[in-house]
């Protein structure tokens, strides 16, 4: 037990030593302004370098996310289901379904799958 704290205390030590070197040897100057905006001839930019990002198109990519997930997980209880005497798989799997669908009407009232408007 004692073997293994002093390995966490080396590999701690470590890291706040590589961390603060880092740190010292760093060429960069976050403080200047003007050497991190575009550069436009002198002039402060009139457009904006990127196009700003859809906050919709991400929520619909979370959501998206989301259910991705959870038909992943709700996959193998097909096998639970048919391999199964009991109905605890099919009841466990039904209420899993019934949050799901419940969670995606409230995201169809919410409007946050309408990412067209």
Known sequence: MVTI?????????INVVLLLLGLIINKRSYSDREKNSPFECGFDPSIHTRAPFSMRFFLLAVIFLIFDV???LLLPLTSNILNSNTHWPLTSS????TILLIGLFHE??????????
């Open 94 to 97: 039904m209420i899993f379904l």
């Open 108 to 117: 169809w009232n919410q409007g946050s799958l309408d990412w067209m408007k």
């Open 70 to 72: 959870e038909i992943i």
């Open 5 to 13: 704290l002093i390995y966490l205390l080396i590999l701690l030590i």
